[in-house]
């Protein structure tokens, strides 16, 4: 999973005054953001849903089959930071137009794939798409608005990731069951096509205004309470996705739970996580080195139940809905310690906290693959509650301190 309300904005936009001199919101091309922010997130949360039958008709391991998980990673870490330099000479609708066409693309590939390379590579165009729309999508709102009704384009782009969270796992594990995993990507293109149409017709022309650069990102890079931010977004990251990419096949094997209700637990999920973004965001506003800290404490928690009491359908049940309402959390509170660590740089900041949970998703899901196919797949959940105990302790040891940092 990407982290949503964590962008590098591009520095050619970050004048205000250019914000301003929009008299009139773009409220259509704003929205067009947001289904491209549904298509993305929905595309990239499919695999989970549908790792069991995917690895079965392409007659390969599940652990193998997670990899799909750790390409889009991998080059969505490279693409976030760089997209805005290879792309700086480029109208701004231009280059969004190309990202959700690369959703599409990907989609389509990963519907008719016959291999694993063909899957991996369905999933390297995704992760382009996925890390450049990332890069570029908050530096577009402050070009289609003025700055006073930023917050609010913004949370309107946001609601994409939202209602993707609470839809896109269930109706994926539902719909591949009915009629196909390859369905299931198949209506993740239209999606992504639909979107496209929108941003068509709504996107006025953003020509493109300055260079991006990565010495910021240096620069912030040699400050400790960065770093600290960091290691925790690296540890949580890298646990959650090492055992969520397999809740599905633990749910078929422990509590053996039909797909009917694997599809009512993975919805459970995705509203834990749409409410525990809200829940967030309150206490970090009260105490920031609790939001932090107690998220990753209760995934450890999550995982910790799963394992000692999965068999249950019941627990299992409410250990996944707890788990996402935790993960939903996460975001929220690291990117308000790392704004808060680096106010002057917070785009920089925002730009290695990119990088740095994408390259811990593709971790998290080859160490989670490795241990799924020699251990099992309780073993991948045990490396989860142990990383992000981890985290949860560096948080109360490392963390903010005080309101800035």
Request: aromatic share 8%; hydrophobic share 60%; charged share 10%.
């Amino acid at each position: 999973m990407t982290e949503p309300a964590t962008v590098i904005i591009d520095a050619a936009v970050l004048d205000a005054s250019e914000s301003e001199e929009r008299a009139e919101p773009a409220w259509g091309a704003v929205v067009s953001l947001a289904l491209g922010v549904f298509g993305l997130v929905t595309a990239e949360f499919l695999p989970a849903s549908l790792l069991t039958r995917l690895a079965q008709d392409l007659g390969i391991t599940e652990g193998a089959a997670g990899q799909a998980v750790t390409a889009t990673a991998v080059v969505g870490a490279i693409a976030a930071p760089t997209m805005a330099i290879v792309t700086k000479r480029l109208d701004r609708r231009l280059v969004m137009w190309g990202l959700t066409v690369l959703l599409i693309v990907s989609n389509l590939l990963a519907a008719f794939a016959s291999s694993l390379p063909v899957l991996l590579a369905a999933r390297v165009v995704l992760g382009v798409a996925l890390g450049g729309f990332w890069s570029m999508s908050a530096a577009m709102a402050m070009r289609l608005v003025p700055m006073r009704l930023m917050p609010r384009a913004m949370s309107i782009i946001l609601t994409g990731v939202s209602v993707a969270t609470v839809t896109a796992a269930p109706v994926g594990a539902y719909v591949g069951d009915i009629w196909g995993w390859r369905t299931a990507f198949m209506i993740a293109a239209v999606v992504g096509a639909l979107a496209l149409l929108v941003q068509i017709a709504t996107i006025p022309r953003l020509p493109p205004a300055g260079a991006a650069s990565f010495r910021t990102l240096l620069e912030v890079m040699k400050r400790p309470t960065i770093r600290a931010a960091l290691l925790v977004v690296l540890l949580v990251a890298s646990g959650h996705f090492a055992g969520f990419t397999y809740v599905r096949p633990f749910l078929e094997k422990v509590p053996a739970l039909d797909i009917e209700t694997i599809s009512l637990v993975l919805l459970a999920y995705g509203i834990g996580g749409f409410f525990g973004n809200f829940a967030g965001g309150f206490m970090a506003e009260r105490n920031l080195k609790a939001a932090v800290g107690l998220a990753p404490l209760l995934i450890a928690l999550s995982a910790l139940l799963l394992l000692v009491l999965g068999a249950s359908p019941v627990v299992a049940a409410v250990a996944v809905a707890a788990w996402g309402f935790a993960f939903g959390a996460v975001p929220v509170g690291l990117q308000t310690w790392l704004v808060r660590a680096a106010p002057d740089q917070a785009e920089s900041a925002g730009g290695l906290m990119v990088a740095t949970f994408q390259v811990a998703i593709a971790l998290g899901a080859v160490f989670g693959g490795l241990l799924v196919d020699h251990a099992g797949v309780a073993s991948a959940f045990a490396y989860c509650g142990i990383a992000t105990l981890l985290a949860a302790l560096a948080t109360f040891l490392l963390g903010p301190k005080s309101e800035r940092a």
